[in-house]
């Protein structure tokens, strides 16, 4: 497993429409409550560009567009409660719209579909000790985690490897750039994500 991922404080290295479309929620910055929207008018908007098109009909293909759509809305929604207010979701939300073209958006949601890969092996002492040495992100995750980290942590990899895959390497440097500008209780929350789905 290549070691593309390592942790810093504020950093992440690595050798379309809005996200209404994709998992369902608004994107205007307020304190009203956060709701999935519905099926077939995330499918509609998601149809408006080509981009959105390939996504749906990729779903489609991989059995059924609302079965998968509703599995990415509710894997979001219960990162997205973890992040703070509903204000703070919202104007999480609008950095993804805003700092993420529609190809990595659809790469993410993607990952989602995907889910967790059926195995795991241990990083090594060298790998573990370049995802722990960058900061407090590193440090913190590898220390809750405990005896899994070193699973986890090959987890993060070979999924960041699947999204370089699917969205290239100017999408990759798209990606790290919006998460190396979050508040590290993101960083922290979104590769609890990555490497546990939950």
Known sequence: ?????????????????????????????????????PVEESRSQMLATSEGEKFVYGLERMGGFKTHIQRVQSAVAGMMADLGSE???????????????????????????????????????????????GGEVGRNLAAEWGSMARENIYIIWMRMNYLKARIGNDGMRIFVGWFERLPTRSQSRILKFIATGK
């Open 1 to 37: 497993m290549s070691n593309e991922l390592v942790i810093s404080d504020q950093s992440l290295q690595v050798a379309g429409d809005d996200l209404r479309a994709g998992v369902g929620v608004g994107s205007s910055i307020s304190d009203a409550p956060i709701e999935a929207l």
């Open 87 to 133: 204000r703070d979701q919202r104007a999480f939300m609008a950095r993804f719209d805003n700092d993420l073209p529609e190809p990595v958006r659809y790469g993410l949601y993607e990952q989602i579909v995907i889910g967790l890969p059926t195995f795991s092996t241990p990083v090594s002492d060298e790998d573990f000790a370049k995802f722990t040495a």
